[in-house]
T-cell receptor, first 117, second 112 residues
Framework: GAGVSQSPSNKVTEKGKDVELRCDPI?????LYWYRQSLGQGLEFLIY????????KSGLPSDRFSAERTGGSVSTLTIQRTQQEDSAVYLC???????????????FGPGTRLTVT | ELKVEQNPLFLSMQEGKNYTIYCNYS?????LYWYRQDPGKSLESLFV?????AVKQEGRLMASLDTKARLSTLHITAAVHDLSATYFC????????????FGKGTKLTVNP
């Protein structure tokens, strides 16, 4: 079946511009995550959505970052007034609670490579 | 704050050799994940370890979990070039959001 998809695959933007990154999770997955992968910081959690619950925004690095998930499916990560340090690969993952163990196996999308010039 | 440390960060080995990658984490958790990442690609799930003593094997890779020692290992047997990739371990925070905290990754290069 279809996996997690993200668009665009690459985005180059000028410092100070706003960008929107999109994630389409696997159909039926209730949980959606955004992570950021950069050379200096490795893989970092940004934000988590689960059903209709309030999102866990504890990983967002500043108030320039925001995300929403519409209709429990597609999610958009918005970065306002981009800075050079925002350059990274932004990965989206989705998951479903698995079995009696109650764990969430996360499936990752291909990522969006953001370059801020 | 949960911290995850992997070592080594870089590993160059010859085909046919064995080696182990270590993953230590700082707080109690019984959920540990191993992922593989090829250059320019996303993360591919390799193993999910859910309890103390769990061992999983797939081909030349075997992963184990010791929750008392807060240690997971990824053992490579008779390495082949196709195993060249970056391997990440990640720990589930189990704090409600199930977010993953990743190690910095081990870049494995298998030379002919």
């Amino acid at each position: 079946g279809a996996g997690v998809s993200q668009s665009p695959s690459n985005k180059v933007t000028e410092k100070g511009k706003d960008v929107e990154l999109r994630c389409d999770p696997i159909s039926g997955h209730t949980a959606l995550y955004w992570y950021r992968q950069s050379l200096g910081q490795g893989l970092e959690f940004l934000i988590y959505f689960q059903g209709n619950s309030a999102p866990d925004k504890s990983g967002l690095p500043s108030d320039r970052f925001s995300a929403e998930r519409t209709g429990g499916s597609v999610s958009t990560l918005t970065i306002q007034r981009t800075q050079q340090e925002d350059s990274a690969v932004y990965l989206c993952a989705s998951s479903l609670m698995v079995g009696l163990a109650g764990f969430y196996e996360q499936y990752f999308g291909p990522g969006t490579r953001l370059t801020v010039t | 704050e949960l911290k995850v440390e992997q070592n080594p960060l870089f590993l160059s080995m010859q085909e046919g050799k064995n080696y182990t990658i270590y993953c230590n984490y700082s707080t109690t958790s019984d959920r540990l994940y191993w992922y593989r990442q090829d250059p320019g690609k996303s993360l591919e799930s390799l193993f999910v370890l859910l309890s103390n003593g769990a061992v999983k094997q797939e081909g030349r890779l075997m992963a184990s979990l010791d929750t008392k020692a807060r240690l997971s290992t990824l053992h490579i047997t008779a390495a082949v070039h196709d195993l060249s990739a970056t391997y990440f371990c990640a720990v589930d925070t189990q704090g409600g959001s199930e977010k993953l905290v990743f190690g910095k990754g081990t870049k494995l290069t298998v030379n002919p």
